[in-house]
């Protein structure tokens, strides 16, 4: 089923950011917490001195629950300022895993409303910072302006792909990199996209076709990763374009048309949990490329193309 690419006007270098950069490069470490036995006054007294509107209860380093301003509000108005945080609590925390992608975060703060989200350690589950949306802001600038100046000193080395087609010739020219994803190896998730990034950036693509390339790699592999059990991601590099087939023998997808909606996902519960499956996989591809092309047969797999012009 071939579907028509709807490009962005241009995809900001802080697009990309948002996908490489991860929640632990952007949360405060210096968290403040509270014991479950402390009462709303030590909250009350702790929001007032610190400026925060929000504090993670923990216990042996194990999150238990949250107290917020309008818990403390509503204490204020029931003159139950002596109650315990345990009794007061949000007991069921949405968390972020510190190894997620900022782009993650970004969907869950606007899934969710909330002004921040407690950070926890994947391995251990233990609490390992906290973030906000100004947090998240404050990495990307930093990170840009990290990159300016390091482009400022770096000479540029780049071979120049117009360079390969022109130092070839012949009546058809194509340069193939292939890239096997192992599926549920979510902690590698997104390696083989970075490999195939700094091989465009070898070849002295421009910026925004990368942009655009490594976005749509990313949500092509993240897919192969919960999904399927694995897959092939082969890119060939053509005169004029760049094309990436992502290749499995997966469940397939029932209802391709139902699949390209945003927001819509089959990720089963504890993969959400984990920080993937937003349901934005295959719709961020289409607006990422010029052309897509998708067939899937379900019990058997599928094969999704998109490429974008150089």
Do not use: W
């Not at 782009?103 to 973030?131: E, H, Q």
């Amino acid at each position: 089923m071939r579907q028509r690419a709807e490009r962005l006007p241009r995809i900001k270098k802080t697009h990309e950011l948002s996908y490489e950069l991860r929640v632990k490069e952007a949360m405060n470490k210096d968290v403040i917490t509270l014991s479950p036995g402390h009462t709303m006054r030590d909250v009350k007294e702790i929001l007032k001195k610190r400026r925060i509107s929000g504090i993670p209860i923990v216990e042996s380093k194990r999150l238990l629950g949250i107290v917020s301003i309008e818990d403390l509000i509503h204490c204020l108005t029931v003159g139950a300022m002596g109650r315990s945080v345990e009794e007061v609590m949000t007991g069921k925390v949405v968390a972020l895993f510190s190894d997620e992608s900022l782009i993650s975060a970004i969907n869950k703060f606007d899934t969710y409303g909330y002004g921040r989200f407690p950070v926890l350690d994947r391995d251990s589950r233990s609490l390992a910072g906290i973030i906000t949306k100004k947090d998240i802001i404050q990495c990307l600038l930093r990170t840009l302006e990290f990159l300016y100046h390091s482009k400022e000193k770096k000479e540029d080395r780049r071979y120049q792909v117009a360079h390969l087609f022109r130092d070839l010739p012949s009546d058809n020219t194509t340069l193939k990199l292939e890239y096997h994803v192992k599926g549920q190896e979510f902690g590698k998730a997104g390696e083989k996209s970075d490999q195939l990034k700094g091989n465009l950036l070898k070849l002295g693509y421009s910026d925004e076709c990368i942009r655009r390339l490594t976005i749509a790699a990313l949500e092509a592999e993240m897919n192969l990763v919960i999904y399927t059990a694995g897959g092939d991601l082969i890119t060939r590099i053509e005169p004029g374009r760049i094309v990436v087939n992502v290749i499995d023998e997966g469940p397939g997808i029932p209802n391709i048309e139902l699949a390209m909606e945003p927001g819509f996902s089959t990720a089963p519960d504890f993969v959400r949990e984990l920080g993937f499956g937003a349901g934005m996989g295959l719709p961020n591809i289409k607006r990422c490329t010029d052309e897509m092309k998708i067939d899937s047969i379900v019990g058997k797999g599928t094969n999704l193309e998109f490429s974008v012009y150089s």
